[in-house]
T-cell receptor
Framework: DQQVKQNSPSLSVQEGRISILNCDYT??????FLWYKKYPAEGPTFLISISSIKDKNEDGRFTVFLNKSAKHLSLHIVPSQPGDSAVYFC??????????FGAGTRLTVKP | GAGVSQSPRYKVAKRGQDVALRCDPI?????LFWYQQALGQGPEFLTYFQNEAQLDKSGLPSDRFFAERPEGSVSTLKIQRTQQEDSAVYLC???FGGGGAGELFFGEGSRLTVL
């Protein structure tokens, strides 16, 4: 969906280092933003979200940053662990249940 | 069950055949979504139900695609006269609320291969 762009199809980091996954969107009507994580042969599972009234939300090793003026959000994972290896989808949504997904970024965390 | 259940997990169809994909959402969840995920892509929205009402079907790619949720729980996505471009994983998701900003709970998907 061209409304949501995850420009890095893949990312490889060393265990213990920071992983930064980026997402850009075009629709200014999006007012909440979710990240989903997907393992092979499984459906996506919710990871973390942020509403448009915030610029940062933190949950353990995961932090999402939102820059509304730039229509950009990022997911930081620190420290990265091998079990974090998965595909991560950025999914902005609006209050009318319109949720869009990016193409995903495949994260590989090397031991 | 505790999660969203989809069946069949895998379906191989000959071109022109009709298929039906089933979704059992989490009990009590008001909202139900269908997404199509092609290889290497993110999930693409197909349609959305609030209880039994289909409130948005703007993502259905053609009139060969039809979805229903007659009693507000189980949903079926039907694809008539399947084409090779219909090959994808079809994901069903549900959420508790009827409004926006809700976390979606996904099933494992139904992988359709059209030969």
């Amino acid at each position: 969906d061209q409304q949501v762009k995850q420009n890095s199809p893949s990312l490889s980091v060393q265990e213990g280092r920071i992983s930064i996954l980026n997402c850009d969107y075009t629709n200014s009507m999006f007012d909440y933003f979710l990240w989903y994580k997907k393992y092979p042969a499984e459906g996506p599972t919710f990871l973390i979200s942020i509403s448009s009234i915030k610029d940062k939300n933190e949950d353990g090793r995961f932090t999402v940053f939102l820059n509304k003026s730039a229509k950009h959000l990022s997911l930081h994972i620190v420290p990265s662990q091998p079990g974090d290896s998965a595909v991560y989808f950025c999914a902005p949504g609006s209050s009318n249940n319109d949720m869009r997904f990016g193409a995903g970024t495949r994260l590989t965390v090397k031991p | 069950g505790a999660g969203v259940s989809q069946s069949p997990r895998y379906k191989v169809a000959k071109r022109g055949q009709d298929v039906a994909l089933r979704c059992d959402p989490i009990s009590g969840h008001v909202s139900l979504f269908w997404y199509q995920q092609a290889l290497g892509q993110g999930p693409e929205f197909l349609t959305y139900f609030q209880n039994e009402a289909q409130l948005d079907k703007s993502g259905l790619p053609s009139d060969r695609f039809f979805a229903e949720r007659p009693e507000g729980s189980v949903s079926t996505l039907k694809i008539q006269r399947t084409q090779q471009e219909d090959s994808a994983v079809y994901l069903c998701a549900s959420s508790f609320g009827g409004g926006g900003a809700g976390e979606l709970f996904f099933g494992e998907g139904s992988r359709l291969t059209v030969l």
